[in-house]
């Protein structure tokens, strides 16, 4: 038998939810994981609020209900967990496990720094409390061409914008995700307007507002961090089993990381600040090389973020979308399991 590959596992976030993920949870999962999905409706239910069973099994797949924060973060904590919980653990070890925004809460369960019950309690939470917050939301822009290489000087113009814009009185509009090739910008609706009116030609896309999000990691959600550090305590909290790269690109490690500081991060900076994924994935895989990274459903959609990552520091020489796809066609770094046949490889299910 072959060594295990190595691997290094992303949490999506908000938006990998969707119309085509709608049933996923009772079909992939539905069987094998009964229990848990059963714990975590009943955690549900006791808050008064429809299961996951019952919006995973929908007729149809509802904007305005399915892409609401109290709706999507349990939906994708569940489809996220659950498949981490498919991994094949004879043929890949885990070696660290990062997150894109919402993500992290997510990777608090993967990485052991509280448990999958825990978890789903505190991704419930923090869909409710993402919904406390200032007026304004998100707006996401492009950075990179056709090829993934980044626009020369197009990320620096955009956030002297932010910074101009949000010095004006009544203005607020500061970086809220990385994502390599695209970057969120959050804010009220007074610096919203402003980036959509002044900001230069972007390729490939036109800035998209994201529907159903708050001004996410910015001080403007002062109010969710205030709530989850009420309702949330520090005894949800242990040591990571496996090492987690948090917005920051910082480590938390094994034996050598303080539960009281993940806490105080997860609610405290995770919400406030800036939420840099690029650089989470960056230093992982600097850090721990590992031979793939596993991206869980729900979808798939992270994966041009992790690409573009990837493409930033030139990782085992994949410097541009076409080296990208070659790798991807020969010997793939990145295994999403939103796709059926790499989610094959994941599970050991070819």
Wanted: proline share 6%; hydrophobic share 45%; aromatic share 8%.
């Amino acid at each position: 038998m072959s060594a295990r590959k190595t691997a290094l596992v992303v949490a999506p976030g908000r938006g990998t939810y969707g119309k085509g993920e709608l049933g996923s949870i009772a079909r992939l999962h539905g069987a094998r994981f009964a229990d848990l999905i059963a714990d975590f409706d009943a955690q549900r239910r006791a808050r008064g609020q429809p299961t996951v069973s019952e919006l995973d099994g929908a007729d149809r797949f509802s904007v305005a209900t399915h892409m609401r924060g109290d709706v999507a973060a349990p939906l994708i904590y569940t489809a996220t967990v659950l498949d981490y919980l498919s991994i094949d653990r004879e043929k890949f070890d885990v070696v660290a496990v990062a997150g894109n925004s919402m993500g992290w809460y997510s990777a608090l369960a993967l990485g052991g720094a509280v448990s999958v019950a825990d978890g789903f309690r505190i991704a419930n939470a923090m869909g409710l409390n993402s919904q406390t917050h200032g007026p304004g939301g998100q707006i996401l822009l492009q950075v990179v061409d056709e090829t993934w290489r980044p626009v020369p000087g197009l990320r620096e113009q955009l956030l002297g914008l932010a910074a101009a814009i949000t010095a004006r009185p009544d203005h607020a509009l500061a970086l809220s995700i990385d994502l390599a090739g695209m970057l969120v910008f959050a804010g009220n609706e007074a610096g919203l307007a402003a980036l959509l009116a002044e900001a230069p030609p972007i390729p490939g896309r036109d800035p998209l507002r994201l529907a159903g999000h708050g001004p996410f990691h910015t001080p403007l959600m002062f109010g969710s961090s205030d709530k989850a550090k009420a309702e949330l305590a520090p005894a949800l909290f242990g040591a990571p089993a496996i090492p987690m790269v948090d917005g920051r690109g910082h480590i938390w490690r094994r034996f050598a990381s303080d539960p009281a500081a993940v806490w105080d991060y997860s609610f405290g900076h995770q919400i406030l600040a800036p939420y840099d994924f690029a650089r989470s994935v960056q230093v992982a895989v600097k850090e721990y090389a590992p031979d793939v990274l596993i991206l869980p459903g729900p979808g798939d959609t992270l994966g041009g973020a992790i690409a573009q990552a990837l493409i930033g520091i030139e990782w085992q020489g994949i410097a541009s979308k076409a080296d990208f796809a070659a790798r991807q066609a020969t010997d793939p770094i990145l295994l999403a399991m939103g796709r059926a046949e790499q989610r094959a490889v994941v599970t050991g299910n070819q």
